[in-house]
């Protein structure tokens, strides 16, 4: 399945951190998500790790910063910078920080950085002090400004036994930077897409809802998709248990109503509302204050109808509607794009093999706003993302 990162040469940078462990993890989902990764280790890393345990995991040599007479690196290694479309210093040390800052080129890493071209992700990991440090603080602001990704620190518990900022973000945050990195300059570029995502979640009381069996995978496979093309995305989410994605604006709501109330904060900025969310049309009229307590009578519930949000969502964007079905899918998605005054609308039989919902693939059918239908192949959602963002993009007007 492709990604963001399938056939990406990527530059693994390891410096001295006790995090080096997690940069195996990160090499390991690197060659998972398709990419080609060579890495170059510091002195200090090889202490921590060795360079057979990155070679055992990349299938390809490891530069490391020790003087080697026979090592080919001296000649390749303005290669291994052009060839690069992306390096991740992960972890980065102060020292390291400090050296980027001041464009030293004194090891094979900073070497390859300072003669290389492309995206630079710098994720540091040290104690919290040395994190806090001013110059440590102004080097990476001064790399910020240069236009390098500084992805995390997080907060929790670090080497020393205390607990603050200077942890190494975990491996999917640094897989969501790395390709936000090459995606920055996409063509997608100053566009924003608000995105909504998951199942909304009606309270009957304070413990019952009424909810669906959407797991958001389709609306984060588009947020993170038109990310890596490099748009500002705004998700909008009700409760999924996928972890949120990195940069971007994730606004967390449950209510249908606080779906509406989000989104709209958000239109005037937007050039394009991908409506993924599978958004109750009804919510009880009034949710109790306590526990319904069980009779031995049945019970109903009065339902009010939610705002639809796409109908009611009035300004001058491409608008883009789901449709999950479970028959007559076109002519069900088709009456839509009349009522929901769409651009496009993406059907999905939601009873077809390897679509629907928790699933990674799907398949779906894409009706535009002249009823001209596009059926797309079973795909990653992801895929299908970027097929979906390839339609938008022709929409747009410049
Ligand atoms: N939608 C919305 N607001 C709602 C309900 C749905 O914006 N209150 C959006 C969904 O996010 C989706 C599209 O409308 O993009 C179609 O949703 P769907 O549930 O298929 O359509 P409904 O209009 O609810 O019609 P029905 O449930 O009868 O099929």
Redesign the pocket.
């Known amino acids: 399945m492709a990604g963001a990162l399938t056939d990406k040469h990527v530059v693994l940078g390891v410096t001295g951190s006790i995090a080096c462990y997690k940069a195996l993890d990160l090499a390991s989902k690197l060659m998972q998500a398709g990419a080609l990764v060579d890495t170059i280790m510091s002195y200090g890393a090889t202490q921590f790790v060795t360079p057979l345990a990155f070679r055992s995991i990349t299938h390809r040599a490891v530069v490391t910063d020790s003087f080697d007479p026979d090592s080919e690196y001296s000649v390749e290694h303005v290669a291994l910078a052009q060839q690069a479309d992306v390096i991740v210093v992960a972890p980065a040390t102060v020292h390291c920080i400090a050296k980027l800052a001041l464009g030293l080129a004194d090891d094979p890493l900073t070497t390859t950085i300072v003669a290389a071209k492309c995206p630079l992700v710098v994720a540091p990991a040290m104690d919290g002090n040395m994190y806090d440090h001013p110059a440590t603080q102004a080097n990476l602001a001064t790399l910020q400004k240069r236009g390098v990704v500084i992805a995390g620190p997080g907060t929790g518990r670090l080497a020393s036994g205390l607990t603050g900022v200077g942890r190494l973000l975990e491996t999917p945050e640094l897989l969501g930077h790395i390709s936000y990195a090459i995606g920055k300059n996409g063509d997608l570029a100053g566009k924003t897409v608000v995105v ?1 995502a998951g199942g909304t979640m009606e309270p009957i009381d304070p413990v019952r809802v009424i909810t669906n069996h959407s797991s958001g995978k389709m609306g984060y496979a588009l947020a993170e998709a038109a990310r890596d093309r490099g748009a500002d995305v705004v998700l909008v989410t009700a409760p999924t248990s996928l972890p949120e994605p990195a940069l971007m604006k994730v606004v967390q709501v449950r209510t ?1 109503e606080q779906m509406w109330q989000a989104i709209q904060s958000h239109l005037k900025k937007a050039d394009a509302l991908i ?7 009804y919510r009880p009229t009034e949710a109790a204050d306590q526990k319904i307590k069980k009779a031995d009578d049945d019970l109903s519930i009065s339902l009010a109808k ?6 009611s969502a009035k300004g001058d964007f491409v608008r883009v ?5 479970s028959q007559n899918l076109v002519e ?1 998605a088709k009456a ?1 794009v009349g009522s ?1 005054q769409l651009d496009l609308i993406v059907a999905n039989d939601i009873t077809a093999e390897g679509s629907g919902f928790g699933s990674d693939t799907n398949k779906v059918t894409l009706i535009d706003r002249e009823l001209a239908v596009e059926e797309l192949p079973l795909l990653s959602k992801y895929d299908v993302s970027n097929r979906i963002l390839d339609r938008v993009k022709r929409l747009f007007r410049d």
Do not use: R, W, Y
């Open positions: 909504s249908a409506m993924a969310a599978a958004v109750a049309d939610t705002t639809d949000i796409l109908k509607g789901f449709a999950a079905e069900n839509k929901k």
